[in-house]
């Protein structure tokens, strides 16, 4: 069975400042997504950006990106330039589609606090 | 256009009670979603909806839990009898098909005393 591990329940950054939180997964499959969402205090969750398994390129959108190293089975976010507004639960979650049905699986979550 | 769309977005009830609660999709969404969110911990899949195909009800704690949903529009999810662990955040998220994106509801925070 797949399992997704966040291993850091709590970060804090300096506003501007550079951050990681780190997501590992453990799968047998070779085809599959990956996906960092986000939850601020408000509670409404949010897509922050998704990786294809089968792409070697890692994913960008804005400031955030993603370091996934497939053979590792690691699967990283990093916020450059950190904004107030990015203090949240992120959530780390894989997806294997399988005949039509697409269910994922979610880590525990990092608490990320930016500090002004 | 319209999010998700969730009701109650509390629930305050006594042990033992039923609760609905109910998750209104974005128009045209064929899959949908509900989560399990205890205090401080990640999402726990409960049920699964695509299309007209059979649900997948693998997450469902126990025959207390059950959902319906008639089409491609709103589902609600029953509590039967609830305990006080059954206290958590139910989220409902909905997904175009083919589509790996899923847009999350607000949640209904029920508490159960």
């Known amino acids: 069975a797949q399992t997704v591990t966040q291993s850091q329940p709590e970060m804090s950054v300096q506003e501007a400042e550079t951050v990681t939180l780190s997501c590992t997964y453990d799968t047998s499959e070779n085809n599959y997504y990956l996906f960092w969402y986000k939850q601020p205090p408000s509670r409404q969750m949010i897509l922050v950006i998704r990786q294809e398994a089968y792409k070697q390129q890692n994913a960008t959108e804005n400031r955030f990106s993603v370091n996934f190293q497939k053979a590792a089975k690691s699967f990283s976010l990093k916020i450059s330039d950190s904004q107030l507004g990015d203090t949240a639960m992120y959530f780390c979650?894989?997806?294997?589609?399988?005949?039509?049905?697409?269910?994922?699986?979610f880590g525990t979550g990092t608490r990320l606090k930016v500090l002004a | 256009g319209a999010g998700v769309s969730q009701s109650p977005s509390n629930k305050v009830t006594e042990k033992g009670k039923d609760v609905e609660l109910r998750c209104d999709p974005i128009?045209?969404?064929?899959?949908l979603y509900w989560y399990r969110q205890r205090l401080g911990q990640g999402l726990e899949f409960l049920i699964y909806f695509q299309g007209n195909s059979a649900p997948d009800k693998s997450g469902l704690p126990s025959d207390r839990f059950s959902a319906e949903r008639t089409g491609e529009s709103v589902s609600t999810l029953t509590i039967q009898r609830t305990q006080q662990e059954d206290s958590a955040v139910y989220l409902c998220?909905?997904?175009?098909?083919?589509?790996?994106?899923?847009?999350f509801g607000p949640g209904t925070r029920l508490t159960v005393t």
């Open positions: 998220a909905s997904s175009p098909t083919n589509h790996y994106e899923q847009y």
């Open positions: 128009s045209g969404h064929t899959a």
């Open positions: 979650a894989f997806m294997k589609p399988f005949s039509g049905t697409y269910k994922y699986i």
